[in-house]
């Protein structure tokens, strides 16, 4: 049984001026449909005079999924299973995870919202009309519907969503952690016969915290090229090298590889690289900004592929043609907890206990305070800009305890300040999968001074 979830009271039910009356779904609305040889439109609109506020596009061909309909499935019945327990009659999600692990549809959002509207017999995407087609292209999984509406007039959002949900009159879930000040009153109008709002943003995020199968092997294809990536990038590093220069190396090699790997129909966006050279090197975050590297210098490799949403990572320290003394002392203790940490996954490990006993690790170093966060992070829907599976992360704080086809990455960081010998950050990346018996390692190509001095 997952774990109780959050009951919000409903406030009061208020007219909201940023939602007019008209905003409520009138089943009186008139309809008009254009059929051509690849699709239809129909729109829907409350008189002959006003631009439409809803349509649905059927436009091109259904794309070849990321998943099996057999994996999408099981995703939906054991969301609804949960639903059942906790007496929800809907849920509506709003964030980018979700909506994709749910839909197989990863949108833009560009300032407007999206969704995705599930009750115990249908999901239906909720799109702006800037995508046309394109979500009900991807919407094969769970036999998704797609509702778009328009920016013809303020709040056509809502619209949608009281037509979806408009009837609903038990609980309905949304995502807390997703749902503004400024929307709730939105919703509750929308919605104005749910009895209450539960937050079903963490028990989603237990659900999606153990792998399937399919995610596992999803997840064993990306490794594989981010290394390519990375290894792109130790190719570029030459003396004088621009960060970017390098950067654009990693991406176009693994965006290649993707194309090669997957079928006709994959999205081939969000893959990136972030390499970083000299006090750049502090961040795990920090972009490209034009340093170039330099013999002796420490560096860093990093590469990101997406694909369907899911992220893969490589990263590794490296320094061109020498390491000094400082320097190489510091790097090999990152190293030696890294492969601590790899040691340590395997189920029945809290993550607490795996972070606890790496601290004391750098505390024998006397590097307590240049650790600059969680050892390591789950795997799946997410990249920089959407996405956490925050319970199963390598942080003193996480109770979490680890089973099988769990997805980790195990990269502890350790910063010296600019200035100081040694100065820079240092960090190691892998991508470990739980087995029955301990774990497997997802990349293949080591780290540390034996594999990443690079001499051209």
């Known amino acids: 049984m997952l774990s109780a979830i959050c009951r919000l009271p409903l406030a009061s039910r208020a007219f909201v001026p940023a939602v007019s009356h008209a905003a409520v779904y009138c089943p009186s609305r008139r309809l008009h449909q254009t059929t051509s040889l690849h699709g239809k439109i129909v729109f829907e609109r409350i008189n002959e005079h006003e631009r439409p506020h809803l349509m649905t596009i059927e436009n091109g061909k259904k794309v070849i999924p990321t998943f099996s309909a057999e994996e999408m499935a099981t995703r939906m019945a054991k969301l609804r299973s949960l639903m059942t327990e906790n007496d929800m009659e809907a849920v509506l999600f709003t964030s980018y995870h979700n909506i994709n692990y749910y839909s197989d549809f990863l949108h833009v959002a560009f300032g407007r919202p999206y969704g995705l509207a599930i009750t115990h017999d249908s999901a239906t995407i909720i799109s702006g009309l800037v995508d046309w087609a394109q979500p009900w292209r991807r919407a094969i999984a769970n036999n998704c519907g797609n509702l778009i509406y328009t920016d013809w007039q303020r709040d056509n959002y809502w619209r949608a969503v009281q037509k979806l949900l408009g009837h609903v009159r038990g609980k309905v879930g949304v995502e807390t952690d997703h749902m503004t000040i400024v929307n709730k009153p939105k919703f509750q109008q929308a919605v104005p016969y749910a009895a209450e709002m539960l937050d079903i943003s963490v028990p989603a995020m237990q659900l999606r915290i153990v792998k399937s199968d399919e995610e596992v092997a999803h997840l064993r294809k990306m490794a594989a090229i981010a290394e390519e990536g990375g290894m792109a990038q130790v190719k570029a590093m030459k003396e004088g090298a621009a960060d970017y220069e390098i950067a654009l190396h990693g991406t176009q090699a693994m965006v290649k590889s993707i194309a090669k790997t997957f079928p006709v129909g994959t999205e081939l966006r969000d893959t990136w690289v972030y390499f970083h050279t000299g006090p750049n090197t502090d961040s795990c975050h920090s972009p490209p900004v034009g340093l170039t590297v330099k013999k002796g210098v420490v560096s860093s490799i990093n590469a990101f592929p997406m694909v369907g949403g899911y992220y893969?990572?490589?990263?590794?320290?490296?320094?061109?043609?020498?390491?000094?003394?400082?320097?190489?002392?510091?790097?090999?203790?990152?190293?030696?907890?890294?492969?601590?940490?790899?040691?340590?996954?395997?189920?029945?490990?809290?993550?607490?206990?795996?972070?606890?006993?790496?601290?004391?690790?750098?505390?024998?170093?006397?590097?307590?305070?240049?650790?600059?966060?969680?050892?390591?992070?789950?795997?799946?829907?997410?990249?920089?800009?959407?996405?956490?599976?925050?319970?199963?992360?390598?942080?003193?704080?996480?109770?979490?305890?680890?089973?099988?086809?769990?997805?980790?990455?195990?990269?502890?960081?350790?910063?010296?300040?600019?200035?100081?010998?040694?100065?820079?950050?240092?960090?190691?990346?892998?991508?470990?999968?739980?087995?029955?018996?301990?774990?497997?390692?997802?990349?293949?190509?080591?780290?540390?001074?034996?594999?990443?001095?690079?001499?051209?």
């Open 312 to 456: 893969a990572a490589f990263e590794r320290t490296a320094f061109l043609d020498h390491v000094p003394d400082e320097n190489l002392r510091i790097w090999e203790i990152n190293c030696e907890v890294t492969r601590r940490g790899i040691e340590l996954i395997k189920p029945g490990v809290k993550c607490k206990d795996v972070a606890m006993e790496l601290n004391e690790l750098f505390r024998k170093h006397d590097l307590p305070d240049a650790r600059p966060f969680g050892y390591g992070h789950s795997f799946g829907i997410l990249c920089h800009y959407y996405g956490r599976e925050a319970a199963l992360e390598f942080r003193e704080d996480i109770e979490t305890v680890l089973e099988p086809n769990m997805v980790v990455s195990m990269e502890p960081m350790t910063v010296i300040q600019e200035g100081m010998p040694g100065a820079g950050g240092y960090r190691e990346h892998d991508m470990v999968l739980v087995t029955e018996d301990g774990n497997e390692d997802l990349n293949t190509i080591g780290f540390g001074p034996e594999h990443f001095v690079i001499k051209h």
